[in-house]
């Protein structure tokens, strides 16, 4: 059978950057907190910390998003990973808006399906996860009976232990013909 690759990691661009331009407008900002504002308002000493602070948190999700990319790619070089060949089952999704902080509303898609008994589920377009998101210019259609190719890995949730299964790498077949 012929497959198609959708997906792979290892020959996707980095697409985080946006997270480096942050963290280097912060640095500036950081710089011309201790600099100037020292200097001309004295009084403005403690704000100097929470630009400070920001910088940093900023420049961590830098970091974590750029390590986690290489990691995910760097285990799919290396044959790191699992791997099975299937057939899709039991694809869903789930469109729901919910409210930020501010009552603004947030778009939320969740899609998910199993192949072999092992389940995939992910946020569709959420740029700060590495990994097959779906979220292209155009959604790919992953019905039910579809043949696929999965390399995966299982990472383990820092907060809550949840055990997740991250797309590396994505073939789909052709549906067999009738």
Known sequence: ????????????????WIWFILAGIF???VLYSFG??????PGLYPQRHWV???ALVIAGIAALSYWDFHRLRDRLLADDCEHLDGIIQGH???????????????RKHYEGFTVNGVSFGYYIKEAEHAGFQNGGPTQIPLPDG???????ITDKHI???Y????ILKLQLGEFPKN
């Open 92 to 106: 869903w999704e789930k469109k729901w808006v919910a409210r930020d902080a501010s009552g603004k509303p947030d």
């Open 36 to 41: 100037i504002l020292t200097t001309v308002k």
């Open 27 to 29: 640095a500036i900002l």
């Open 52 to 54: 400070v602070g920001f």
């Open 1 to 16: 059978m012929h497959y198609k690759t959708v997906y792979d990691i290892s020959v996707e661009p980095y697409d985080g």
């Open 163 to 166: 055990l997740e299964n991250r």
């Open 146 to 152: 579809m043949p696929a190719r999965v390399w995966y």
């Open 159 to 161: 907060d809550d232990g």
